[in-house]
């Protein structure tokens, strides 16, 4: 089946440490992004990328890196430098001027 | 900045009734999409609408991109319709940096 697969579903940190969320996609999509979302909020941009080897800044980076280094694959590491990581994530993918198309998620948690 | 707004926030209505849901924007959008998320937390699209009218089933769709709106119906509600709907928007010429959601507005169809 096509889509999109983000693992783990559910994640635990402790505090000081980075974790990795994965995102992987099979739809040929060049573009794909990543959203956080808190309780009872809208979701908001952390990171897009357009192209493989090229990735920017959303309106709440800070805190976070990716890496794009194959189309498929989009990775998210959630750093010791994020205060405040619990959230939902959500990784998402489109081609150009189409609509984005959305993971499951993955629950991140602070132990 | 650039702004989606979604009303009403909380809607609550019975089984066989219908539902207008509203999305302003503060800028001309080069993509608009509603989505509806289930209690599992999983974003499903629901159109791909940058202006015109779509239909699809008991759910249509109106943008009115000159008057930066967009309208969501739901027809003959059924408890499955229960949810949250967000509206999101990119404003980018580029068609692949991202979407700015809305809060959302918050469904119940009661039996």
């Known amino acids: 089946d096509g889509g999109i697969t983000q693992s783990p579903k559910y994640l635990f940190r402790k505090e000081g440490q980075n974790v990795t969320l994965s995102c992987e996609q099979n739809?040929?999509?060049?573009?794909m992004y990543w959203y956080r979302q808190d309780p009872g909020q809208g979701l908001r941009l952390i990171y897009y990328s357009q192209i493989v080897n090229d990735f920017q800044k959303g309106d709440i980076a800070e805190g976070y890196s990716v890496s794009r280094e194959k189309k498929e694959s989009f990775p998210l590491t959630v750093t010791s430098a994020q205060k405040n990581p619990t959230a939902f994530y959500l990784c998402?993918?489109?081609?150009?001027?189409?609509?984005?198309?959305f993971g499951d998620g993955t629950r991140l948690s602070i132990l | 900045g650039i702004q989606v707004e979604q009303s009403p926030p909380d809607l609550i209505l019975q089984e066989g009734a219908n539902s207008t849901l509203r999305c302003n924007f503060s800028?001309?959008?080069?993509?608009l999409q509603w989505f509806h998320q289930n209690p599992w937390g999983q974003l499903i699209n629901l159109f791909y609408i940058p202006s015109g009218t779509k239909q699809n089933g008991r759910l249509s769709a109106t943008t009115v991109a000159t008057e930066r709106y967009s309208l969501l119906y739901i027809s003959s509600s059924q408890t499955t319709d229960s949810g949250v709907y967000f509206c999101a928007a990119d404003y980018s010429g580029g068609g692949a940096d991202g979407l700015t959601f809305g809060k959302g507005t918050h469904l119940i169809i009661q039996p």
């Open positions: 998402a993918s489109s081609f150009r001027n189409q609509p984005q198309h």
């Open positions: 800028d001309s959008v080069n993509n």
């Open positions: 739809l040929n999509h060049d573009a």
